[in-house]
């Protein structure tokens, strides 16, 4: 009886525990705000069953720009245990979010990265697409490791190793981008979308124009004639258009200066492989070694 009564108490001990501080018998619920953050959060948990990981967004949404949360936001929201957002400005929803689930903890995983001030009159302050130079991607897969193994530490020594690895192979991406770029011919580019400083910070590039389109958004005669001259005015150098974007004022533009046209892929579509991120980049370099190299 009083054995009994003993592995009762034991029994009852554990039980509070793991409550307390192991991961419930659902599971860890942890949402990353949108693609490249879900890629990263990927590669942290690696094959912990214990740990669900969803994205927020579609992989096939973009960019969060004007991003409005739906329903099913809010329930996977609810359920959360870690809310993994880029920052930056990217999610602009995180007021609505922050009053609806004022428990909630947020990650933000460009904290620390030193950022790039948007030109005067534009909709945020900061450029947020910090994750395309791999040596800031390699700063918020940190980030991401710290709050995971905080929440779980349990699996902590996992998220450690798998995020070390994973760094790794970011700083050799970086490391190899920085070599091929020293060599291009040309460095000035034109793109469709402000995604892509941070990369140019990096690797010395120059963005000598950025022609911000909607998605849906035509270019009328009077834009695209102001955009001929500021292209030819750069030297026609390469345009270069993106996947989610369509590339109509792009065609049209090069129609009137002869610049190619490329496309940079900004990694915020694609599938979930973990290595999706520099197969993407891997890309990205090997049409920039095209483009720039061109005579
Ligand atoms: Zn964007």
């Given at each position: 009886?009083?054995?009994?009564?003993?592995?009762?108490?034991?029994?009852?001990?554990?039980?509070?525990?793991?409550l307390g501080t192991c991961v419930s018998a659902e599971g860890g619920q942890v949402v990353a705000s949108f693609y490249p953050i879900c890629i990263f959060a990927q590669n942290v948990i690696g094959d912990v069953p214990e740990i669900r990981l969803s994205c927020l967004a579609s992989n096939q949404t973009g960019c969060l720009h004007d991003y409005q949360l739906v329903a099913g936001d809010m329930i996977s929201l609810s359920k959360a245990d870690l809310f993994l957002i880029n920052g930056a400005g990217m999610e602009s929803f995180l007021e609505t979010l922050s009053q609806s689930f004022p428990d909630l903890p947020i990650?933000?995983?460009?904290?620390?990265?030193?950022?790039?001030q948007n030109p005067v009159g534009s909709e945020t302050e900061y450029n947020a697409h910090v994750w395309l130079d791999p040596s800031n991607a390699a700063v918020m897969v940190a980030h991401i490791r710290d709050a995971l193994s905080g929440r779980f530490p349990e699996y902590a020594e996992t998220f450690e190793r798998n995020a070390s690895e994973y760094i790794h192979r970011l700083m050799k991406l970086d490391t190899l981008l920085k070599e091929e770029s020293a060599s291009f011919v040309h460095r000035d580019i034109v793109t469709f979308h402000e995604a892509f400083p941070y990369f140019a910070?990096?690797?010395?590039?120059?963005?000598?124009?950025?022609?911000?389109?909607?998605?849906?958004?035509?270019?009328?005669?009077?834009?695209?004639?102001?955009?001929?001259?500021?292209?030819?005015?750069?030297?026609?150098?390469?345009?270069?258009?993106?996947?989610?974007?369509?590339?109509d004022a792009a065609a049209a533009l090069a129609a009137e200066t002869g610049s190619r046209i490329y496309e940079l892929d900004p990694v915020v579509t694609g599938d979930f492989d973990p290595d999706s991120y520099e197969k993407s980049m891997l890309k990205n370099l090997a049409i920039l070694k095209e483009a720039l190299n061109a005579e």
């Open positions: 009886m009083k054995k009994k009564g003993y592995l009762a108490l034991v029994l009852c001990f554990i039980l509070c525990f793991c990650v933000t995983c460009s904290e620390g990265i030193e950022l790039i910070k990096a690797y010395g590039l120059n963005v000598v124009a950025v022609i911000s389109l909607e998605p849906d958004e035509g270019i009328s005669p009077r834009m695209l004639s102001e955009l001929v001259v500021k292209v030819r005015e750069a030297g026609c150098p390469p345009l270069f258009t993106e996947p989610q974007y369509p590339s």
